[in-house]
Each structure stands twice: as structure tokens, then as C-alpha cells.
């Protein structure tokens, strides 16, 4: 007698961590940030001067041998020119990918234009990206809604949306950073070595696009470090999680580090020493008290005085500094929203480990900042955006329950009402927010743009250019391949570019006072204005011309 059983094989499906109502949220926000990108994109007069440094980079990748060669004569090569470069090659490599896809779709665009714009359609492109880690982080500590939120209010504050629409890192960079904390989220959500393996990787991605990416493995490598101590986790299990971090991050980072030899080539990585005496403000080029400082601080950023800061402490400064550049980047109100979220919330931080990590890497950027703000000597809004960021998650969490104590304190509020209330402060956010946003971008400077094509079309490649502001020259072809032009010259002629009626003082720039002088020679005589037929007192770009023709 013989028997048999038999079965059938039932197919399990996989589990999925995100669904139908997950992606319809991502769809709506995402459709949002292309919009408001969208549309500064098309409004820009020009882009951020540090814009131009980005897109040389990039066409400096594209052809080395149109790159100034060494001293010795030889042609540089791309390592050359990655390990040369004071910016990391993670953001200008992407540059380069997006200017080559522009170069086929538009190929009747000039290269200083099109240069330009893949700087900014790269940094939007990350911004648009970034609505999914950012949803994820707020749906992993906090729901659906809250991850909804928090994407959407950071799309829409006027500093990120700008800033993220430039042609500057701050988009490439967040899109790799903030991925990199939604892995640390999960990684000690789930207490997987792969997980902290991958925020790891992802770590030292960030590093590669700027130097201060390297922070965000402090969130979930302390968070882990903690557990073991309090033995929450067990030690050696926490041990081999921290030890996977930062394997993943030396993996991706060492081999940057060994091509230049050190921490970062930026100017402001050499601050990191504290024995060293505090240095002055970059933007004077030169030691404390070596220039004199402007009457008026410059816009964009917090500046340390020499005449109007001094005798005050550096180290209050800089707190005072930091505080104002990050509020204003988080347009006001989402600092006090987050704040009250995280007292509202805070006997979820005892339940869920996971929440201390965006806290934890919140607070080492801004000890991070802190530092260099009393060193260097300026802070600005760009620096906040990860601190930004972390606070729009948080903000986001605190509208459920500053609806739940709207509806207590008014009993006629039920459930539903509560949910009204809640999408209604969003909405009031964002409408506050919006109008600021969505101002074109540099709108003040675009005669720097008309003066280069003026530029290109009547200077030879004998004459001289001095240009303080640097868009002329770029956007006249002069300066694709290296970052200043040809040295006034007697013999020939010299063209300048000046702001006849500028209200600022432009201090930064370390050839304004040259330019001056010679727009003052004797024989200068203005060959091109902008507007063109403006009043004189109108005339926001003018072009001045010196020489023996």
C-alpha cells in the first residue's frame, strides 16, 4: 500500500512599503515641485555668480585640453582637474551629465547659456527627487500624512525652493543627504547591518557633492552607539552596526580623500583646527583688520563687521548669525511649529529610537555651523537647508496636534474638524509662502547678461575685459575655461563693466576697486547701457571703454 500527498505551492507575495495612497502623495507633490521649479527656471534673469564656477567645472570635464595648461606646459587631465578643483566633483559631474543631454536636445543654444542652464536644471531636477526621502523620513516616524507635509512645505519655502532652483549644489547635495538619513531612519528602525552598511555608502556620496555630508552619519551612528550603551541593544550588535557605517562611508569617501591628499579642498576646511588662530572673514580675502570692512553688511548671509562688530564677542555673533540665517531660511514660521511638534510629540522619543536620529544630525550641523560662523566670519541661508529640512518634517508632525488643541479649546470641533484644521494650517503656510517663492530669480541683474552678448559681439580676443561681476565675460565666452580674463593692457583696448547706480557695496568682490579706478580714466568714455536709452540715474549695467581706438 503506498500513499501520497500531494500540495500546491502557494506564491507569496513580497511586502511592500509603500502603496496606492503612498504614491498618490508622492504624485501630487512632485507635480507641485516641478511647477514651482519650473517656473523660476523660466523666470531667471540670471544665475547665482557661484553658478559660473560650476558650469566651467563641468565643461572643463567635457574637454581637459581647453583648460589653461600646467606650468610645465603639459594638458591637463580630468583627475587633474578633480583634484585642482576647490568644490568636490559629485554636483559638477552631474552638471556635465545634464549639459551633454542639453548639447543634443539644444543644440542651437550657445554653450554659455546652455552651460548655465544644465547648473540649474541639475539642482531642480535633485529638488523634484528629493519630495521621495523626504516623505519617506516623515512616513517612517510619523505617517503618511506627515511625510506628505513635510515634502510639500519644503517645495514651497521661498529660501529652499530658490536656492533649489539656482545653479548651486544645494538640490544634488540634499537629494543625497536627505536619502542618506532616510536610510539611517531605517536602518535603526530595522537595526540591519545592511541598512547601516547602505546610509553609510550614502554618506560618503553626500561627501562627494560637499565636504559637511560626512555629519550625517553622526545621526545613526550615535543613536546606535547609545542603544548599546544602554543595552537597548545588545553591545557587540550595536558595535557591528557602527562599524558597518563607517565602512560604507570610507568606502565611498577614502577615495576622494587620497586623490587630494586632505579633508576637502575648500577654503573653509582648513578652519576645522582650533588652535589655530580665528581667521578673517573670507569674503575680505586676507587677515582680520588687513582691509576695511563696508559700512553695510552684504545681503544673502550674515557677515562679521570689522567697524560695526567690533569689540563684540565672536562666539555670540555667530549664535546670533546662525539664528537669524536659519530662521529666515525656514521662512519664520516653521521653526515654532516644530518646536511645539516635538513637545507635543515627546513621549514618542522614548518609544521610537529612530526619531533622535534627524535630531541628532540637526544638532551637529548646527554646532558645525556655530564653529565656522565665529572662525570664517559669515553664515548663510544655504547653509541651513538640511537644518531646514529636518525642522519642515517636525513642523509637519505638529499639525495633527495643534488641530487635536484647537478642537479642545473650541468643543464644537469633531474629528473631522480637526483634519479640516489641520490641512488648513498647511494651506495658510503655504499660501504665506508661495508669493516669495515664486519671484524671479536675480531679476536685478540681467543687464550683466545683455552687456556679454554686447561683449561678444564687439570686443576682440586682443582686448581687455575687466569684469567684477564675472556674468559678462561668462555669458560673452571669455571666461568658459578659466575664471578671470586678460590683464588691462595700454597698447589696447580695455572694456568695464560697472553699476553706475548700484545701492550695495558689493564688498566681496576683489576686483570692484580696480574697475573703478579705470572706468574713472580720462579717456573712458560708456559705449553700452542697460536698459539701452535709459535716463542716466537708470541705468543699472553700463559697459565703459578705454584705449587708444
Request: hydrophobic content about 50%; some cysteine.
Amino acid at each position: 500500500m503506498s500513499a501520497s500527498v500531494g500540495g500546491v505551492l502557494e506564491q507569496v507575495e513580497r511586502p511592500r512599503s509603500l502603496f496606492g495612497p503612498d504614491y498618490l502623495r508622492l504624485a501630487a507633490v512632485a507635480l507641485v515641485a516641478v511647477a514651482v521649479h519650473g517656473w523660476l527656471i523660466a523666470t531667471t534673469a540670471v544665475t547665482a555668480r557661484d553658478s559660473l564656477g560650476f558650469a566651467r567645472q563641468a565643461l572643463s570635464f567635457a574637454s581637459p585640453s581647453s583648460v589653461p595648461p600646467h606650468a610645465d606646459g603639459r594638458s591637463k587631465t580630468t583627475i587633474d582637474l578633480v583634484r585642482e578643483s576647490e568644490h568636490p566633483p559629485g554636483y559638477p559631474l552631474a552638471v556635465w551629465v545634464t549639459h551633454a543631454g542639453l548639447r543634443r536636445a539644444l543644440p542651437d543654444v550657445a554653450i554659455p547659456d546652455r552651460a548655465l542652464v544644465a547648473t540649474q536644471l541639475t539642482n531642480a531636477l535633485a529638488a523634484v527627487l528629493l519630495v521621495v526621502p523626504t516623505y519617506l523620513i516623515g512616513r517612517l516616524l510619523f505617517g503618511r500624512n506627515t511625510g506628505f507635509a513635510a515634502a510639500l512645505l519644503f517645495q514651497v519655502l521661498p529660501v529652499p525652493a530658490r536656492i533649489t532652483s539656482d545653479g548651486l549644489t544645494e538640490g544634488t547635495f540634499l537629494l543625497v543627504a536627505v536619502s542618506a538619513l532616510a536610510l539611517g531612519v531605517w536602518a535603526v528602525k530595522t537595526r540591519r547591518v545592511f541598512g547601516f552598511l547602505v546610509c553609510g555608502m550614502a554618506c560618503g556620496a553626500s561627501y562627494l557633492v560637499r565636504p559637511e555630508g560626512l555629519i550625517l552619519a553622526v545621526g545613526p551612528g550615535a543613536v546606535a552607539l547609545w542603544l548599546g550603551l544602554t543595552r537597548r541593544w545588545p553591545r557587540d550588535a550595536a558595535a557591528g552596526r557602527v562599524a558597518a557605517l563607517c565602512v560604507g562611508a570610507l568606502l565611498v569617501s577614502v577615495p576622494y580623500m587620497a586623490l587630494i591628499g586632505k579633508l576637502s579642498n575648500k577654503a573653509t576646511s582648513g578652519m576645522l583646527n582650533p588652535l589655530e588662530a580665528p581667521p578673517g572673514p573670507i569674503y575680505r580675502g586676507g587677515p582680520e583688520g588687513s582691509h576695511r570692512a563696508p559700512a553695510a553688511a552684504p545681503p544673502l548671509g550674515a557677515w562679521w563687521n570689522h567697524e560695526l562688530d567690533a569689540g563684540k564677542s565672536r562666539e555670540l555673533w555667530a549664535f546670533g548669525a546662525v539664528f537669524q540665517e536659519t530662521t529666515k531660511a525656514a521662512n519664520y514660521a516653521i521653526w515654532p511649529l516644530a518646536l511645539f511638534g516635538a513637545l507635543a510629540l515627546r513621549r514618542r522619543f522614548r518609544e521610537e529610537p529612530a526619531l533622535w536620529v534627524p535630531v541628532v544630525v540637526c544638532v551637529a550641523n548646527l554646532a558645525l555651523l556655530l564653529y565656522l560662523a565665529a572662525r570664517v566670519g559669515y553664515v548663510s541661508e544655504r547653509h541651513t537647508m538640511l537644518i531646514t529640512l529636518i525642522g519642515c518634517v517636525f513642523a509637519a508632525a505638529a499639525l495633527p496636534p495643534l488641530a487635536t488643541a484647537v478642537g479642545q479649546a473650541l468643543p464644537v470641533f469633531d474629528r473631522v474638524g480637526v483634519r479640516v484644521t489641520a490641512a488648513g494650517l498647511l494651506v495658510c503656510v503655504i499660501a504665506g509662502s508661495l508669493p516669495f517663492a515664486l519671484k524671479p530669480l536675480h531679476a536685478n541683474r540681467e543687464g550683466h547678461k545683455h552687456a556679454g552678448r554686447w561683449l561678444a559681439e564687439h570686443a576682440t580676443a586682443r582686448d581687455a575685459v575687466v569684469d567684477p561681476f564675472a556674468w559678462a565675460e561668462w555669458y560673452a565666452g571669455r571666461t568658459l575655461y578659466r575664471s578671470s580674463g586678460t590683464n588691462p593692457d595700454p597698447s589696447r583696448n580695455t572694456y568695464i563693466i560697472v553699476e553706475p547706480n548700484a545701492k550695495t557695496a558689493h564688498s566681496r568682490l576683489p576686483v570692484l576697486d580696480e574697475a573703478k579706478k579705470l572706468a574713472a580714466h580720462p579717456t573712458q568714455r560708456v559705449v553700452y547701457q542697460w536698459p539701452e536709452g535709459a535716463p542716466k540715474d537708470k541705468v543699472q549695467v553700463a559697459i565703459v571703454k578705454i584705449g587708444p581706438e
